[in-house]
């Protein structure tokens, strides 16, 4: 309780507590990024196999901040090639500038390789030795040469025309014209960053879009 003092007017007024500190909000630790390998096949256990187009010794794991959509700062791990190491730690750190919000990223081997069930966790994530989901004749994806990243699989799912929807949980979200919190769209963050270094984006194909896929060549 403040104490009492007597004033000019012979009253006695209770002092008004002064003003404590002003309180800032706490800042986020800052981007940060490390880099590690080259790998083995005990690395991607599951998602590399002998044929595959690219050994592991030439991919890296990048563990990087991210923020999540819980507005926190997070840290992840992604399989890329070693030669795209710096443009994709560019780009997240262009994200997390932003705090353009990410759900997870983990490499598929925590899914056992599976692209259906990295998809449904909406997980961000990169070097996965598959084919290509794109129509057309079967050809290796980028994915299997560490050259593509798929973000926030969910709220950018991939629709196939005439087929569905991967992920299922995407169908809320086929809509592009309602924009939401982690999203990709023509001028948003997301499109922008990847932009920045080249990469195309697999919102842009014609009939069966697939707005979560980035690449060094748009395929």
Known sequence: MPPVQ???????HRAE????????????????????????????PFSWRPGCPLPPRD?????????GFDGTAHTGEIIVSASVVRQVIRVFAILYRARFPIRRIEPVDAFHGS????????????????????????????????????VNTVQNPYVEAGVGVQPPAG?????????????????????SAFSSIGWGWGGNWSGSPDYQHFSVNGR
């Open 17 to 44: 507590p002064k003003p404590g500190p002003s309180h800032t909000a706490q800042r986020p630790p800052r981007f940060s990024a490390s880099v590690s390998g080259p790998l083995s096949p005990r690395d991607v």
């Open 59 to 67: 991919l890296r794991a990048i563990r990087l901040s991210y923020f």
């Open 171 to 191: 169908a809320a979200y086929v809509n592009r014209s309602q924009i939401r919190p982690g999203m990709a769209y023509q001028g948003g963050v997301l499109v």
């Open 6 to 12: 007597p004033t000019a007017d012979g009253l006695s």
């Open 115 to 150: 692209d259906p069930r990295s998809m449904a966790a909406d997980n961000t994530s990169g070097f996965n030795c598959r084919r290509a989901v794109a129509p057309g004749p079967p050809q290796w994806s980028m994915h299997a040469y560490g050259l593509a990243i798929d």
